[in-house]
């Protein structure tokens, strides 16, 4: 190997030399890395599991169409209801499983305050799924 040495008088020329030694040290210690994680990630627990079969239970819930005028007047699937009518048959539909989903249709000149009812007594009967029905621009 060639190392400098501390004789000034030789000249002072650099090494033509590579210097191996540090890259075989590397090279080795991640050799033996790999040696030693390869087995942990090939290891498997082996297991017989049991066979079942099974049929998905797959349940739609009802959908009820609630509909609110320009009047303010409400409509359950097409039927006229009132208020505490329509937040009777909230607290009914809100015990049900699966809790049906209600399909709110307003229209546009309906002030909010009977939409906010609606959805008020919603919520009082633990219905938490309600869509808003609207039309598509042309």
Known sequence: MAF?????RQNQQPMAEINMV???DVVL????IFIVT????TNAVKLDLPKASSVADVQKPEKIQFAIDAQGQLF???ERVTREDAAQRFLAEGKKQPQPEIYLRADQGVPYRYVAEM???AAKAGLGKVAFV???VK
């Open 4 to 8: 400098g040495s501390f004789d000034r």
């Open 119 to 121: 959805l008020a007594d």
């Open 38 to 41: 390869a087995p942990l990630l």
């Open 22 to 24: 540090p890259l075989i």
């Open 76 to 78: 359950w699937n097409g």
């Open 134 to 136: 609207s039309e598509p």
């Open 29 to 32: 210690v991640l050799l033996v």
